[in-house]
């Protein structure tokens, strides 16, 4: 009973330890929280959703899926749409369900089932009250609430990665506008310039009222920093891919990868699941004498004191030395 009653005690101070708020050189700091890893208020611990059209142009789904299974971040759900760029939304699904058998028959782990989600883009009310905006109430909306209220701590939230339109983001504000307090949005979108950047191409241009609720109600990084992704996986390589299902779907999808420099969707997974990958952040807010523009998201200021982020500069070569590291490795597969 004597040693029962000692750690029945050692038990609630070590909880009341665990709960009372640490103190530290920059100020308080939640009971199990601690710094992020890199420029970004996120990282690999986060746990993730990911948001896009089609895989077929880019690397994204495959960063994901390994990441994942070697050190995170966890993926929570995946989120397909269609686009102006990709319009099938049957077959944008059935490219993610090819990426997602062939992980898991590869030997990955963690790896949720994509979800087609129907919603058009949002439309500015007449008055430009972004609350009074009419909700889609779309699966991917209704997915980022649920998995974001189910899964978000107040030192690590939920963070959405996208790599097309912000429809589903706003949407899911329009449905439950607490989610705000439980989601960070890093998209691959838009591009920098001289005064800061502009939520605009690639993919910002997909959806602007949606762009301009997300930057105004989240807490919001644009990774804005993109490189050539069609180094990422060489035509010389292919033999040395892993001889399983996903190595396979790689050297089918590798002719189809776009040399474009100003657009990579993978952006926006690297900067979450490899913080050394950003190289240079800016501070921004959305600029507010700026008037709402039905062909392109708003422009982003700098601000040192601003509620989102602006990724300037980022590190290609590491992300694809951390590619063929993962690929190369018997331990991603479960071997």
Same mark, same amino acid.
């Given at each position: 009973?004597k %040693? ?6 050692l038990?609630?101070w ?13 100020g ?7 710094? +992020?890893?890199?420029l ?19 690397w994204?789904?495959l960063?994901?899926v390994?990441? #994942?299974?070697s ?8 989120i397909?749409?269609?686009s ?35 919603g ?14 009419v909700?889609?109430r779309?699966?991917?909306?209704r ?11 107040p030192?690590? +939230?939920?963070v ?12 899911a504000y ?16 838009g591009?920098?310039?001289t ?5 605009? #191409? ?6 602007? *009222?949606?762009? *301009? ?18 180094g ?7 033999? %040395?891919l892993? $001889? ?5 779907l ?5 002719p ?8 990579a ?5 690297? #900067? ?9 952040v $800016? ?7 700026a008037?709402f523009?039905?062909t392109?998201?708003?422009?982003l200021l700098?601000?040192?004191?601003? +509620?989102?982020?602006?990724?300037? %500069? ?6 694809t ?8 490795d +018997?331990k991603?597969?479960?071997?």
């Amino acid at each position: 009973m004597k %040693s029962a009653r000692i750690a029945f005690l050692l038990a609630q101070w070590t909880w009341s330890f665990l709960l009372t708020p640490l103190a530290c050189s920059s100020g308080v700091l939640d009971a199990g929280s601690d710094s +992020p890893h890199g420029l970004l208020p996120v990282d690999e611990r986060n746990p993730v959703i990911l948001s896009n059209d089609s895989p077929g142009d880019n690397w994204q789904g495959l960063y994901a899926v390994l990441f #994942a299974n070697s050190g995170g971040p966890a993926l929570a759900g995946i989120i397909i749409n269609e686009s102006l760029y990709w319009p099938d939304l049957d077959g944008n699904s059935a490219g993610w369900r090819n990426l997602v058998t062939a992980a898991r028959a590869s030997g990955l782990r963690n790896i949720p089932d994509p979800i087609a989600s129907v919603g058009r883009p949002l439309v500015r009310p007449s008055d430009g009250n972004l609350d009074a905006t009419v909700a889609n109430r779309s699966e991917g909306a209704r997915l980022i609430v649920e998995a974001s209220t189910r899964l978000s701590l107040p030192y690590r +939230p939920l963070v959405v990665v996208t790599g097309g339109r912000l429809t589903d983001v706003a949407d899911a504000y329009l449905i439950d506008k607490s989610v705000v307090d439980r989601v960070v949005v890093v998209a691959s979108l838009g591009s920098t310039s001289t005064t800061g950047g502009t939520m605009g #191409a690639p993919n910002g241009e997909l959806d602007p *009222w949606a762009d *301009w609720i997300v930057a105004q109600r989240f807490r919001f990084v644009q990774v804005s920093a993109y490189y050539d992704q069609t180094g990422d996986v060489l035509s010389s390589q292919l033999p %040395s891919l892993p $001889q399983n299902p996903l190595g396979r779907l790689i050297a089918s999808q590798q002719p189809n990868i776009r040399n474009l420099a100003t657009a990579a969707d993978q952006v926006s997974i690297l #900067a979450v699941a490899l913080p050394e990958f950003v190289v240079a952040v $800016q501070r921004v807010s959305q600029d507010p004498a700026a008037s709402f523009d039905a062909t392109t998201g708003p422009a982003l200021l700098p601000d040192v004191n601003g +509620p989102a982020w602006l990724v300037t %500069s980022s590190d290609g070569a590491l992300a694809t030395a951390r590619l063929w590291q993962l690929l190369l490795d +018997p331990k991603t597969f479960g071997k």
